[in-house]
């Protein structure tokens, strides 16, 4: 196959569109899905700790 | 030096030992090119760090539970280097706003001349400020946020002085001349190449210290971090692709010509704005707003939607800056949709910072500290507004290459990148030289508003005469010709570029105010503190192992 110009525009016309589409349903249902409420809540918080002494 | 190990001084000689070698070569080899001057830059600093490697190599060793305390001089010294470079380069930078006031202004001396002192202001802000700023935040943050040490001594004080070698290597070749012509990336081969090895060096020892963490889940601002490291990477390299003239010459030839020049240059130059002028701050942001509003982000999950957003989204936004240009049309739209994309993600992330706010108003209104992060965080919802309104193809038809695209650039620079820099420092600088808060809470007051009265002048200034100079410039007699000369678009310019270069001069003046107040807070920090209160978690603290 003759790798052109217009083979790039296509390429970046289907697959482009696609993967970012997918990419982000991925992000998403990962950010959003109710199983990692917490595990975000707890990231949030997670800074808090005495900065200047271990803890958790 | 007596933090480093007996192996790593060792090392620290040895890369001296090599960069003495490599100058005395460049110097020698390229007598007459500029490029010798810059082999007499790296000589130096390599004798440098050998002599005080030598007067440091048979110091007492480190303490052997250095690992159970975090690793804070590498960040020290970056706050400090960082004002520095934006006194420095705010000061340049007010000087080429007064030379369009007084164009004669240049003393008949080339270095003086705008072409050359301009970039001078730009590289000093964006690298010498921004970048030593991130440098020293991103250690601060992620050996807090991993609960972790930095892995060693020796990368870390490689990737700051490495990274200053290069910026005033790039600083000082403006002066002489040396140039390759990219903007934002002007610096020559040679200095390509060692912004590279030092860049590596700081992808690696951020992912080292990632591994070695004590927190199971990597908080978000490191991703923020870890995108604008790597990806600055992959752009720094792309676009530095270049053909030296001979191997001790300073001029090279880009690999790419033409549209595609182009286009590469401006993948790379907006992918700039994004990773190393945005990302790397709201790094900073999801770090210290938080922890100075003393509430957790408002909503963590967006946070991560935003963060992919902006990752994904503006590697495609740069061909908006060649609207109109033999670029491919189907490209320049392109450019336009994902600008226009790019505000979801930016909304929210500027909406979650404010959204954090809400409960602890009342601290922004007494701690200046926060209401530089919280102005910060408006700004940064401005200008990204009217970034993606400009992208607009249309819209760029009356904005491009007037002072709007200015006002623009420095409504992100001063208002979003500066105020959160400002903010972050003030929330750091007590926190890393251990007192309770800093020299002067007044004089962070201060601060505030001249930057802000700064910044608000400037912008406004701006935004005037860009849309004049834009609407001179599409403006026809009946006749069908142009109704005003380029000069008399210059001419009408006069009282805005009075106006910009005053707000600059009081932005300048809030950094010296700045700087003072970070000075004194260094020098009357109480000594008194015990180290043995400052520690992550370590395994000296897991004795059933």
């Known amino acids: ?56 | 030096m007596g933090h480093l190990t007996q192996g790593e001084r060792e090392l620290a000689l040895l890369t001296g030992a090599l960069l003495l070698a490599l100058g005395m070569l460049m110097m020698v080899m390229a007598w007459g090119d500029p490029l010798s001057v810059h082999g007499a830059m790296f000589g130096f600093s390599g004798a440098a760090v050998m002599a005080v490697t030598l007067r440091g190599m048979f110091a007492p060793a480190p303490d052997e539970n250095r690992f159970a305390s975090y690793y804070d001089a590498p960040s020290k010294a970056g706050i400090v280097i960082a004002m520095i470079w934006g006194v420095f380069a705010m000061f340049i930078g007010d000087w080429v706003a007064w030379l369009l006031v007084f164009p004669e202004m240049t003393f008949d001396a080339g270095w003086a001349s705008f072409g050359r002192l301009r970039p001078v202001h730009t590289t000093g802000v964006i690298f010498g400020f921004g970048g030593n700023a991130l440098i020293a935040t991103s250690f601060h943050v992620v050996q807090r946020t991993c609960r972790t040490r930095l892995p060693d001594q020796f990368s870390p004080w490689f990737v700051l002085l490495g990274y200053n070698l290069f910026c005033l290597i790039a600083v000082s070749g403006y002066m002489l001349g040396v140039t390759q012509s990219k903007e934002y990336a002007e610096p020559e081969w040679y200095a390509d190449i060692w912004l590279v090895i030092v860049w590596v060096a700081y992808f690696l020892l951020y992912m080292r210290t990632l591994a070695r963490r004590n927190e199971p889940h990597i908080y978000v601002a490191n991703w923020y971090f870890l995108a604008f490291i790597l990806v600055v990477a992959i752009l720094h390299i792309v676009n530095g692709l270049a053909v030296p003239v001979s191997a001790f010459s300073a001029k090279s030839y880009s690999a790419f010509s033409g549209v595609q020049d182009a286009m590469t240059q401006w993948w790379y130059g907006h992918n700039a704005v994004a990773f190393f002028l945005t990302a790397g701050f709201l790094g900073m942001m999801y770090y210290y707003l938080p922890m100075q509003a003393g509430r957790p982000i408002y909503s963590y999950r967006t946070s991560i939607v935003s963060f992919w957003g902006i990752t994904f989204f503006y590697m495609w936004a740069g061909s908006h800056h060649l609207h109109y240009t033999a670029l491919p049309f189907w490209v320049q739209t392109l450019g336009m949709s994902f600008s226009i994309m790019l505000l979801i993600p930016s909304w929210a992330s500027a909406a979650n910072a404010l959204l954090t706010l809400n409960g602890a108003w009342d601290k922004v209104r007494t701690d200046a500290t926060l209401r530089f992060m919280a102005l910060a965080a408006i700004f940064y919802g401005l200008s990204t507004f009217e970034g993606s309104f400009m992208a607009i193809r249309p819209v760029n038809a009356l904005s491009h290459y007037t002072d709007w695209t200015v006002g623009h650039v420095h409504a992100g620079a001063l208002g979003w990148v500066a105020l959160i820099v400002f903010g972050a420092f003030y929330a750091a600088t007590p926190k890393l030289w251990k007192c309770e808060r800093m020299y002067s809470p007044g004089l962070i007051e201060v601060h505030f508003w001249l930057a802000l009265s700064g910044t608000l002048i400037y912008v406004f200034a701006m935004w005037n005469s860009g849309i004049i100079q834009g609407l001179m410039w599409r403006t026809y007699n009946d006749g069908g010709t142009l109704a005003y000369s380029f000069m008399d678009s210059v001419n009408a310019m006069y009282p805005y570029y009075i106006a910009r270069a005053f707000g600059g001069l009081l932005f300048l003046l809030g950094a010296v105010v700045g700087l003072y107040n970070i000075v004194m807070t260094i020098r009357t920090a109480a000594d008194t503190l015990s180290e043995a209160e400052d520690r992550p978690l370590g395994p000296i603290l897991e004795p059933a192992e």
């Not at chain 1, 990419?23 to 975000?40: D, Q, T």
């Open chain 1, 1 to 56: 196959m003759e790798f052109t110009h217009e083979t790039l525009v296509a390429f970046s016309k289907t697959f482009g569109l696609f993967y970012l589409i997918a990419l982000s349903i991925g992000v998403l249902i990962y950010a959003y899905r109710p199983k990692n409420k917490e595990r975000f809540e707890r990231a949030a918080t997670s800074i808090f700790g005495n900065e200047d002494r271990p803890c958790r």
